[in-house]
């Protein structure tokens, strides 16, 4: 239970954090920092597990038949990373506590920081493939929502969405590998994936699988190509950078690639992929780095520099190597996060982070500056600090690594360069803001902050420090449990020490240090003629070509939709009917479907009812053209024939679903009618001929695609209904339904047990689109001229008592030739009938025909009487509960049910049922399925009433009498329309 606590909490501490006043900061920071406190002890106490070597696990049933459980796995990798992600959390909440001002909102902040937390603690603690993409995918949304914290700012809002697309665009492709390394291993368990590296390096997929993998974590960790992210996220509060752009978000990507090291390297397309990509990132990072002007400019590409060479160790193929990414890991978080805070607390003081103008700041800022100059110089790589020791291991290993030409000569030389570069702008980051003549014409006073912001760096610098001295008594023995956990019996072995005497490496160091220092003061000049111009490079401008290829998107997109888009629905449904025609088409061509195994006679009787039913449907594509309320009609005929097919073939479930479908669904449509546009015959360029020519291809060419269309769904459904199944799915369903579902109705039982997923999805759906259709209809009303009634036409149209209804209680009174008027009394007495077969239809579903999808239907359509006898007016005065609740509530009861299942240790979504005796009623059989069918149809209640309300709203709005009329009406009524 403690890894779920872990992971808990977070995500419970971002709820209440979102909850919490704005005006209380100092207990929102409170919250943060107990919520990252407590998951970091309870982290530390399984370290007594992890140094024996176990493997801390905890098995949540889920779809367990598709092998996929939510797993939560701690091993000494993922430990070293939680303490990492839980003490880091700690220290950034201090220190956001004092850097946010007043005017910010606190609980937006911590509540998203907390989510984020939450989010990489599930990517370093999952033990399932599946469930490490959801959670890698949650921290690109988190991130987002941090990034565009001041969405006021053009920068920030443009930077998050950047990193969004990037990130998330590498997130679907991690899932297409992660899909298929389960395919290959044949399990989602980690574990399992872990212990099969020969069968996925010998598949014929791997290289696929490494292509996919590479372009999930390398985006992650803005390695390049896709390095152009991180940089323009710097738009984010500096407490964000300092944790999710230092020592979190962007070590995801190279987290993964450590924790698949054993299972996808050791191979020439893992090294070129791995490494190139690494060093490229290496070299350019540290370029640019030396020419920023901004403080986090420099960090950003420092960090994209240091992360590529974390990428280039993992892709060398040495074990000792991703002994020495490990490494760098953990030390890259600690000064380069405490590098960020310096940063923060010179922009928060000063009001400025411009390299330019910043100078002699160690006069009034003189911890700051101590702790900005041991931070840098461990960055930098100096002996006793830390950053030495990954260095040296890394310079190591690019001496000692064997292969070509390149590898022995070019990965030492660019090695060299590339740490030359780091001391550079290592040392120019502190020259040039703390040291030098006192600053001019800065926005603030610049002065120390308070003393609890220091705090946190102070703590990471005084990391490095000891790090640096006692390497092997401070970081060694957590390092270690790290790597066994990866390579196990093949852990090589490695000395953690300062000193190694005088070697290759150690003189490769001291040349990189006194490179860098040189290469300082060669650069002096162009820092103050050509401030941050990167020479060769500055013209590519990664946001312009971000910008740029999202133009061409759009170019593209626009094209397609000239071909495509129309304002006509016509073209539109035909493009629809079109695609799915030749999609349908190939497994009836390929699939041997056409050629049904069993062919049954047809009753006369049947016949004649589809000729009956289409007559209706011709009729209606008829009376199309004259009278679309005619039209509607006659396609209800085709409708109640449809429902008579079911019940006809023995399915009296889908019969009741469609006669309730069928009657909604006309009310809707008939009240959507106003809305339709006048139909288009002809255009006036051309005589009255040519036009009529025209219609007829037109509707010849329309009749050839629906005979065509219709026979090809016909066929289908023949072959599907005719061909035997003996071992098929169909079989299964029946079979099961009781022995599994419980339940005798097996279409109930398929919706809520076997397949509730769906149902749960298609639920959801349609609570969004009932949602959609009411805001766009709250804000929207046609102009008259797109009516499809004449303009001169003041009275409604004679539809019957439905529309009349919707103007004001008289206006059914001036309807040309009468309709005769249902007293109101009688109808509203059917409510309460009404509402108890429903609940009838809903209790009964799972056992005989009916359920929560019909009931609800049944409920609406009461509903709906009580519109077209009382008007709007009279029934929305007096609802209880809006329908927008209905729709929540139904979601909520829903899930609850989806979710209450687990307490049992039974997967998601399954059916929990007990017994109970209740007095004077004796033995009563219950069942989450109930629950779930009570949220079905208080959804479908919400959703086809809301929806209701929003097109009568539109047609009381088109109807509206004059303004006396309406204050007379309002008297009558008691309301204001």
């Known amino acids: 239970m403690s890894l779920v606590l872990i992971l808990v909490l977070p995500f419970a501490g971002s709820i209440i954090a979102a909850l919490l006043p704005a005006n209380a900061r100092k207990l929102e920071a409170w919250l943060a920092g107990l919520v990252a406190v407590l998951c970091g002890v309870l982290v530390f106490s399984q370290?007594?597990?992890?140094?024996?070597?176990?493997?801390?696990?905890?098995?949540?049933?889920?779809?367990?038949?598709?092998?996929?459980?939510?797993?939560?796995?701690?091993?000494?990798?993922?430990?070293?990373?939680?303490?990492?992600?839980?003490?880091?959390?700690?220290?950034?909440?201090?220190?956001?506590?004092?850097?946010?001002?007043?005017?910010?909102?606190?609980?937006?902040?911590?509540?998203?920081?907390?989510?984020?937390?939450?989010?990489?603690?599930?990517?370093?603690?999952?033990?399932?493939?599946?469930?490490?993409?959801?959670?890698?995918?949650?921290?690109?949304?988190?991130?987002?929502?941090?990034?565009?914290?001041?969405?006021?700012?053009?920068?920030?809002?443009?930077?998050?969405?950047?990193s969004l697309t990037i990130t998330g665009a590498g997130g679907l492709c991690l899932l297409g590998g992660m899909l298929m390394l389960g395919h290959v291993v044949g399990s989602y368990d980690l574990d399992a994936v872990l212990a099969s590296g020969d069968l996925i390096r010998t598949h014929p997929w791997y290289t696929a699988i490494v292509v996919l993998v590479a372009l999930g974590a390398l985006s992650k960790s803005a390695q390049f190509p896709f390095h152009i992210w991180l940089p323009n996220a710097m738009a984010a509060p500096t407490p964000v950078s300092a944790y999710l752009h230092s020592a979190t978000m962007v070590k995801a990507g190279v987290f993964l690639l450590a924790r698949f090291w054993p299972i996808l390297a050791g191979t020439d397309e893992w090294a070129y992929i791995i490494g190139g990509a690494g060093l490229c990132s290496l070299v350019l990072g540290a370029y640019a780095a030396t020419f920023q002007m901004d403080m986090k400019g420099v960090l950003a590409y420092s960090t994209i520099s240091h992360l590529g060479l974390i990428t280039l160790l993992l892709g060398m193929n040495s074990k000792l190597a991703l002994v020495a990414a490990i490494f760098h890991m953990v030390n890259h978080a600690t000064f380069k996060a405490s590098l960020f805070m310096a940063a923060g607390i010179v922009d928060h003081e000063t009001g400025t982070r411009d390299l330019g103008r910043l100078s002699g700041l160690y006069r009034s800022m003189p911890i700051t500056a101590v702790l900005a100059v041991v931070a840098s110089a461990s960055m930098a790589g100096v002996p006793l600090l830390n950053g030495f020791l990954s260095k040296e291991m890394f310079f190591a290993e690019t001496v000692f690594a064997s292969g070509n030409l390149f590898t022995s000569y070019g990965l030492p030389f660019?090695?060299?360069?590339?740490?030359?570069?780091?001391?550079?702008?290592?040392?120019?980051?502190?020259?040039?803001?703390?040291?030098?003549?006192?600053?001019?014409?800065?926005?603030?006073?610049?002065?120390?902050?308070?003393?609890?912001?220091?705090?946190?760096?102070?703590?990471?610098?005084?990391?490095?420090?000891?790090?640096?001295?006692?390497?092997?008594?401070?970081?060694?023995?957590?390092?270690?449990?790290?790597?066994?956990?990866?390579?196990?019996?093949?852990?090589?072995?490695?000395?953690?020490?300062?000193?190694?005497?005088?070697?290759?490496?150690?003189a490769m160091s001291f040349v990189a240090l006194a490179g860098g220092v040189l290469l300082l003061w060669l650069l002096r000049h162009?820092?103050?003629?050509?401030?941050?111009?990167?020479?060769?490079?500055?013209?590519?401008?990664?946001?312009?070509?971000?910008?740029?290829?999202?133009?061409?998107?759009?170019?593209?997109?626009?094209?397609?939709?000239?071909?495509?888009?129309?304002?006509?629905?016509q073209p539109q449904l035909l493009l629809i009917v079109l695609s799915t025609f030749f999609v349908a088409m190939l497994p009836l061509l390929y699939g041997g479907w056409l050629v049904p195994e069993v062919f049954t006679?047809?009753?006369?009787?049947?016949?004649?009812?589809?000729?009956?039913?289409?007559?209706?449907?011709?009729?209606?594509?008829?009376?199309?053209?004259?009278?679309?309320?005619?039209?509607?009609?006659?396609?209800?005929?085709?409708?109640?024939?449809?429902?008579?097919?079911?019940?006809?073939?023995?399915?009296?479930?889908?019969?009741?679903?469609?006669?309730?479908?069928?009657?909604?669904?006309?009310?809707?449509?008939?009240?959507?009618?106003?809305?339709?546009?006048?139909?288009?015959?002809?255009?006036?360029?051309?005589?009255?001929?040519?036009?009529?020519?025209?219609?007829?291809?037109?509707?010849?060419?329309?009749?050839i695609i629906a005979v065509i269309s219709g026979a090809g769904l016909s066929a289908i459904a023949y072959a599907v209904m005719t061909r035997p199944h003996p071992e098929g799915i169909s079989s299964f369903f029946v079979e099961q339904s009781i022995p599994l579902g419980g339940g005798a109705n097996v279409v109930n039982v398929i919706l809520v047990d076997f397949r509730g997923f769906d149902t749960f999805g298609e639920i959801t759906v349609l609570g969004i689109v009932a949602l959609t259709v009411y805001a766009l209809l709250r804000r929207f009303r046609p102009p008259p001229e797109t009516m499809s009634l004449p303009k001169a036409r003041q009275k409604p149209p004679t539809y019957g008592r439905l529309l009349d209804s919707f103007a004001e209680p008289?206006?059914?009174?001036?309807?040309?030739?009468?309709?005769?008027?249902?007293?109101?009394?009688?109808?509203?007495?059917?409510?309460?009938?009404?509402?108890?077969?429903?609940?009838?239809?809903?209790?009964?579903?799972?056992?005989?025909?009916?359920?929560?999808?019909?009931?609800?239907?049944?409920?609406?359509?009461?509903?709906?009487?009580?519109?077209?006898?009382?008007?709007?007016?009279?029934?929305e005065a007096r609802p209880r509960i809006h329908p927008q609740y209905w729709i929540a509530l139904g979601l909520l009861c829903a899930g609850t049910a989806a979710m209450s299942v687990w307490w049992a240790a039974k997967p998601f979504l399954a059916a929990f049922s007990w017994d109970l005796v209740?007095?004077?009623?004796?033995?009563?059989?219950?069942?989450?399925?109930?629950?779930?069918d009570i949220g079905v149809y208080m959804l479908v209640v919400g959703a086809t009433v809301l929806m209701l309300v929003a097109l009568a709203h539109q047609s009381l709005r088109l109807y509206r009498k004059p303004a006396a009329t309406q204050t007379q009406a309002s008297n009558v009524q008691g309301n204001t329309p």
């Open 414 to 506: 660019a090695a060299v360069i590339a740490s030359a570069f780091s001391v550079a702008y290592s040392l120019r980051f502190v020259v040039q803001v703390f040291f030098g003549p006192p600053p001019r014409d800065l926005p603030r006073a610049p002065h120390e902050p308070p003393l609890r912001m220091l705090i946190p760096s102070a703590v990471l610098v005084l990391t490095c420090l000891v790090v640096g001295i006692l390497p092997s008594y401070t970081v060694g023995p957590f390092l270690h449990n790290a790597t066994l956990s990866i390579l196990g019996d093949a852990t090589p072995v490695y000395d953690l020490r300062i000193w190694h005497g005088f070697n290759l490496p150690l």
């Open 47 to 162: 370290l007594p597990g992890i140094f024996d070597g176990h493997v801390i696990k905890n098995v949540i049933p889920w779809m367990t038949s598709l092998g996929v459980d939510f797993t939560l796995r701690m091993d000494g990798y993922s430990w070293l990373f939680s303490m990492i992600i839980t003490s880091m959390g700690a220290l950034i909440v201090l220190y956001a506590r004092y850097y946010l001002s007043p005017q910010d909102p606190a609980p937006r902040f911590f509540s998203f920081f907390l989510a984020f937390m939450g989010s990489m603690l599930g990517v370093v603690l999952s033990g399932n493939l599946i469930q490490m993409v959801v959670f890698w995918e949650l921290t690109s949304l988190s991130s987002f929502m941090l990034i565009a914290y001041w969405h006021h700012r053009l920068d920030a809002r443009r930077g998050a969405r950047m």
């Open 601 to 703: 006679t047809i009753d006369p009787f049947f016949a004649l009812m589809w000729v009956a039913g289409a007559a209706c449907a011709i009729g209606a594509a008829r009376q199309a053209k004259y009278h679309r309320a005619v039209s509607l009609l006659l396609s209800g005929g085709a409708g109640l024939v449809t429902a008579l097919t079911f019940a006809w073939l023995s399915a009296p479930d889908l019969a009741l679903t469609q006669l309730a479908v069928e009657v909604v669904t006309m009310v809707l449509i008939l009240l959507g009618l106003r809305w339709l546009p006048p139909r288009v015959e002809g255009d006036d360029e051309h005589p009255p001929l040519q036009n009529k020519l025209k219609a007829f291809v037109r509707r010849f060419r329309d009749l």
């Open 810 to 875: 008289d206006a059914a009174a001036e309807i040309p030739g009468g309709v005769m008027k249902v007293p109101a009394v009688l109808v509203r007495l059917v409510l309460p009938i009404a509402a108890l077969i429903s609940l009838y239809f809903l209790i009964r579903g799972h056992n005989l025909p009916g359920g929560g999808f019909v009931g609800g239907l049944i409920m609406a359509t009461a509903i709906i009487l009580q519109y077209m006898v009382g008007g709007v007016i009279w029934v």
């Open 526 to 569: 162009r820092h103050r003629s050509q401030p941050g111009q990167a020479p060769f490079i500055y013209r590519f401008d990664g946001r312009r070509t971000f910008d740029l290829v999202l133009e061409w998107l759009d170019a593209a997109a626009d094209v397609v939709l000239a071909w495509t888009r129309s304002p006509r629905l």
């Open 918 to 932: 209740l007095p004077m009623v004796g033995h009563v059989h219950m069942s989450t399925v109930l629950l779930f």
